[in-house]
């Protein structure tokens, strides 16, 4: 049979789990949260049925209710019903296989504990951590449910990031829950245990370590300021942004010009996390696209900028660019008529292309396929070396600055409209201020609804719009030098 007081104690931790994320947002909770699953997990008498019964409900208890907020929510095609409720339905087996990933953990981790009881801290991590770099990869970077993200406010898991990555952060999370675990159970028997020893051997390594990996030597060289201005629209629905259009040649968007006027006043770049043409941009060939009609072309937004704004001044926006037959995704800053571009490289299955046996089927109908970028190299924006990251690219591992020389500053603009909520915005956030932590460069993380923050290179937010705020957030960086 079944215990039923511990069948309360792995129920525990998936509440507390739960508690720790979306919409509770709990954080100082993911240190304790695992704590009652722990010490079920030592009890020697547990059965394989009881640990795959009790780690099955910490999966489903804990990231359950992250999984009804993003898939059983989200609508990627909204006029394909078909592929909607498909999506929908995938929740099923999705949870069905983390609660079976968390029973298998609980199971191994039991086993390790009767043969090597002395590290199992040690084990603890190192298991859960492979739990979260498989569903990491599965979900392709966006799995709601790192621990890692969850804790991003601690100043001291963004300098772990630095050293080791998210999974770092999230095996220190773990120590810390198997250390209390140990405590509770050497004051219960009134002994201390090798293992309490060597879990807190290991965690004192990993910030010993990233202490010391950490460590800056200060610069005496001159500074080069950068002075940002950063638009949050926050609309209802974009449907509601202040688009402009092209009449006789000129492009014209006069509410939009007077916002963007006013953020250009001292700045040296602005950011317009989205695009002034409700359709698409283009180059060459006026584009016949179906469902489109919205069109203008890129020299006559450049044009417009240039009567807009001061030519000190850059202007960042993120369009949908037709040119030669295809669509890209890109970052175009334009100053003073002239253009630099940085387009999406790294591209996300349904978010910027479906497969074509899914469009040749009826399920994913108006839907257009975005094309690899050529253009991602490090750009000069007022002296300073500037790459991009353009929406899911933030999840990415395989783009980091060592890629891009010079590269100074980041700017990671994205749409989490798919989702509905903060969820993903918040969680878009915290990949940012790791990115910035991991990379030791600035990021500059805005979106359309919210939250967009200016983020230092050891991941603090220097300034930040709440979700669903509006307004224009200004601040500065300062860098060592100039770009050439």
């Not at 002395?118 to 190192?126: E, K, Q, R, T």
């Not at 492009?251 to 317009?272: G, H, K, M, N, Q």
């Not at 100074?408 to 915290?430: H, K, Q, R």
Request: net charge negative; charged share 15%.
């Amino acid at each position: 049979m079944y215990d039923m007081r511990f069948y309360a104690l792995p129920a525990l931790s998936g509440v507390l789990l739960a508690l720790v994320f979306y919409p509770f947002y709990f954080w100082w909770l993911a240190f304790v949260a695992l704590v009652p699953l722990f010490y079920f997990v030592l009890d020697p008498a547990r059965t394989r049925r009881e640990l795959l019964l009790g780690g099955a409900q910490v999966g489903i208890l804990g990231i359950g209710p992250l999984v009804y907020f993003s898939l059983v929510h989200v609508v990627l095609f909204p006029h394909s019903l078909l592929f909607t409720v498909a999506v929908q339905l995938s929740s099923i087996p999705t949870l069905a296989a983390i609660a079976a990933l968390f029973g298998a953990v609980v199971y191994l981790l039991h086993s390790a504990s009767l043969r090597m009881y002395a590290v199992w801290p040690i084990v603890a991590a190192g298991l859960y951590c492979v739990v979260e770099s498989i569903l990491m990869w599965v979900f392709g970077g966006y799995y709601f449910g790192s621990l890692a993200h969850a804790v991003v406010a601690l100043p001291v898991a963004r300098l772990i990031v630095s050293v080791g990555g998210t999974l770092l952060v999230s095996c220190f999370v773990m120590l810390v829950n198997a250390l209390i675990t140990e405590g509770v159970r050497a004051a219960y028997y009134k002994q201390t245990t090798t293992a309490l020893w060597v879990g807190f051997a290991a965690l004192v390594s990993v910030l010993s370590v990233a202490l010391l990996m950490s460590s800056r030597e200060s610069s005496s060289m001159a500074t080069q300021p950068l002075a940002v201005a950063l638009i949050q629209p926050a609309p209802v629905s974009v449907q509601e942004l202040p688009y402009g259009n092209e009449v006789e040649g000129i492009f014209i968007a006069p509410e939009l010009e007077r916002i963007i006027t006013e953020a250009a006043s001292s700045t040296d770049l602005v950011i317009y996390p989205f695009s002034p043409v409700e359709g698409v941009v283009y180059r060459g060939e006026p584009p016949i696209i179906a469902g489109i009609q919205d069109v203008a072309r890129d020299e006559a937004v450049g044009a417009w900028f240039a009567r807009t704004v001061p030519t000190s001044t850059t202007v960042m926006i993120w369009n949908t660019l037709a040119e030669g037959g295809s669509l890209y995704d890109e970052y175009a800053f334009w100053r003073a008529e002239e253009k630099a571009v940085y387009q999406k490289q790294k591209l996300y299955l349904f978010s910027d292309y479906v497969p074509e046996w899914m469009r040749g089927a009826g399920i994913a109908r108006g839907t257009y396929d975005i094309a690899a970028g050529e253009r991602g190299d490090t750009l000069v924006v007022q002296g300073v070396g500037v790459s991009g990251l353009i929406c899911s690219e933030l999840h990415s591992r395989t783009l980091t600055p060592a890629e891009r020389k010079n590269t100074e500053l980041l700017i990671a603009v994205g749409d989490d409209s798919f989702f509905p909520g903060s969820l993903v915005a918040n969680f878009s956030l915290a990949a940012a201020q790791y990115y910035a932590a991991r990379y030791q460069k600035p990021v500059i993380r805005a979106t359309v609804y919210g939250p967009s923050a200016l983020i230092d290179a050891e991941g603090n937010l220097l300034a930040s719009l709440e979700y669903g705020e509006q307004g224009v957030l200004r601040g500065e960086f300062k860098f060592p030098g100039t770009t050439e």
